[in-house]
C-alpha cells in the first residue's frame, strides 16, 4: 500500500505544479495595468450615461470577473490538496478517520461551490459584454464532471462516516 499510495502522492504533486503553473502564467498574462486607466474614472465617464451601462464600468466588470476567475481557480486547485491529506491518512492506516471523512465533504463542497460560482460570474460577463451565453457549452468545456465528483465526495464521506461507526461497533463487541 505504500508504494501506491507513494505514487498517487507524486502524481497529485505534479498535477497540482502544473495547475499552480498554469494559473501563475494566466495571471501574469493578464494586464493588471488596466487598474491605472480606472485611476481617473470621473473624468473619461461619459455624463450622459447611466453609470452602469457606460464604457468604463463595462470594463471595470470585466476586469473584476476576470480576477474573481482567477481566485476561483485557485479555490480548487486548494481544494485538490485535501487529496495529499487523505493519502497521509490512508498511509497511517487511518481510513475511516473523522478527518477524511472532514476532507471528502470540503472536497465535495469546493467542488460544487466553484462550479456554481464560475457558471454565475461567466453568465455576469457574457450579460455584460453583451455576448451569447450558452450554459449548455459551459457545462460541456469544463465544469461537466465537478458537480457529480463533488456529490460523490459527499456521498463517500458519508459511506465512511458509516464505516467509522460500524469498525467502532465491531471494536466494542470484539
Known sequence: MKNNSTLLSGIIYV????????LINDIREFDFMQFKDFENWSETAEKNTDWWRSENA????????TLALFFWRGY??????YFISILKEIENQNYFSEKNINYFKKIGSIFITYTINVCILKLLMAFIGNTSF???YILKNE??????CGLGFYLLSEIFKRAKELQEENDLTV
Open 15 to 22: 498535477m497540482l505544479l502544473v495547475t499552480v503553473s498554469v
Open 58 to 65: 463595462i470594463i471595470w466588470s470585466n476586469y473584476v470577473i
Open 76 to 81: 480548487l486547485i486548494y481544494g485538490f490538496t
Open 134 to 136: 450558452n450554459f449548455f
Open 143 to 148: 465544469l461537466t464532471f465537478l458537480i457529480p
